[in-house]
T-cell receptor, first 116, second 115 residues
Framework: DGGITQSPKYLFRKEGQNVTLSCEQNLNHDAMYWYRQDPGQGLRLIYYSQIVNDFQKGDIAEGYSVSREKKESFPLTVTSAQKNPTAFYLC???????????????FGSGTRLTVV | AQSVSQHNHHVILSEAASLELGCNYSYGGTVNLFWYVQYPGQHLQLLLKYFSGDPLVKGIKGFEAEFIKSKFSFNLRKPSVQWSDTAEYFCAVNALWTNAGKSTFGDGTTLTVKP
């Protein structure tokens, strides 16, 4: 079945470490997104990519970085510059390029990151 | 920039009760609207969506939502809830032609259905 795979499911980071969250999709979707979910705050957009080798900052990009070298992969790195990284991270994708937005997202199962 | 407001943070209902979850958005242009659901232990999935045409849209599991443009609202309804509807529900909006298909989400509503 097609879908989005996020790994790991749980991740623990020490202060000052960079960690990378994996997001892989086999849906042949062009656009991919990273959201952060905090309790009671809904989902906030970190980064997004509409096409390979291109990505844009979302609303809360500081302290994060991404790459989009392959259509199916959109890894997120949480750097030591992110002051409050403990959260639930969701990767999403949708088909099509451009700004139609006519498709809903397909989500992965998420990665819960905890700073220890 | 658009924003989404979900008025109810936690709703508790008994089985067979009717459900209405409020969602209002702020954006003056053309929008697409979505409701997503996250069941316990599962990932977020699309419940229903509105693009154009009939403002009353039907989704999975008996849910429906009505888009009222004049009120900037997209409320979710279900005539008779079941215990299995216990979940967190998110409303989301895409502002067309301006934002590359990015969705803005509300803070979510947790629905608890008592058997």
């Amino acid at each position: 079945d097609g879908g989005i795979t996020q790994s790991p499911k749980y991740l623990f980071r020490k202060e000052g470490q960079n960690v990378t969250l994996s997001c892989e999709q086999n849906l042949n979707h062009d656009a991919m997104y990273w959201y952060r979910q905090d309790p009671g705050q809904g989902l906030r957009l970190i980064y997004y990519s509409q096409i390979v080798n291109d990505f844009q900052k979302g609303d809360i990009a500081e302290g994060y970085s991404v790459s989009r070298e392959k259509k199916e992969s959109f890894p997120l790195t949480v750097t030591s510059a992110q002051k409050n990284p403990t959260a639930f991270y969701l990767c999403a994708s949708r088909p099509g390029q451009g700004e139609t937005g006519n498709y809903g997202y397909t989500f992965g199962s998420g990665t819960r990151l905890t700073v220890v | 920039a658009q924003s989404v407001s979900q008025h109810n943070h936690h709703v508790i209902l008994s089985e067979a009760a009717s459900l209405e979850l409020g969602c209002n958005y702020s954006y003056g242009g053309t929008v697409n609207l979505f409701w997503y659901v996250q069941y316990p232990g599962q990932h977020l999935q699309l419940l229903l969506k509105y693009f154009s045409g009939d403002p009353l849209v039907k989704g999975i599991k008996g849910f429906e939502a009505e888009f009222i443009k004049s009120k900037f609202s997209f409320n979710l309804r279900k005539p008779s809830v079941q215990w299995s509807d216990t979940a967190e529900y998110f409303c989301a909006v895409n502002a067309l032609w301006t934002n590359a298909g990015k969705s803005t989400f509300g803070d979510g509503t947790t629905l608890t259905v008592k058997p």
